[in-house]
């Protein structure tokens, strides 16, 4: 079981995705302003972070958390699916994937588990 933080401003959304992962067999910590914060308190092994968000943008987010925990695996969740939003998530935001919403439960699923496994390869 893996620890999972979501940050996302919606808290219908947050719902949803604890509900998949905690099925999935994986523990959820939720944040929303203060998950910069909350990082070194949660010690996420995965942060699922939305892109749109008041205040600090989830780019802005990813480059903090990846400047402070490198290891922390962070995929883009949002509505931004053009392929300039990927570019940005990836290449500048230094995130790990980018998973478009809305998506399928399962998919969303098999997305977290193969990113943690292919984390656990590369160390």
């Known amino acids: 079981m893996a620890k999972v933080m979501v940050v996302d401003?919606?808290?219908?959304?947050?719902?949803?995705?604890?509900?998949?992962?905690?099925?999935?067999?994986?523990?959820?910590?939720?944040?929303?302003?203060?998950?910069?914060?909350?990082?070194?308190?949660?010690?996420p092994e995965l942060v699922l972070l939305d892109v749109m968000m008041p205040g600090m943008s989830g780019w802005e987010t990813c480059r903090e958390i990846k400047r402070r925990r490198p290891e922390v695996i962070v995929a883009m969740l949002t509505i931004k699916?053009?392929?300039?939003?990927?570019?940005?998530?990836?290449?500048?935001?230094?995130?790990?994937?980018?998973?478009?919403?809305?998506?399928?439960?399962?998919?969303?699923?098999?997305?977290?588990?193969?990113?943690l496994e292919r984390h656990i390869r590369r160390e």
């Open 81 to 115: 699916g053009e392929d300039e939003d990927k570019l940005i998530s990836l290449e500048e935001a230094g995130a790990d994937w980018h998973i478009r919403k809305p998506f399928e439960n399962e998919a969303l699923l098999q997305t977290v588990n193969w990113l």
């Open 9 to 43: 401003d919606e808290p219908e959304m947050v719902f949803l995705l604890r509900s998949v992962l905690e099925a999935g067999g994986h523990e959820v910590a939720t944040s929303g302003e203060e998950a910069l914060e909350r990082l070194e308190q949660v010690e």
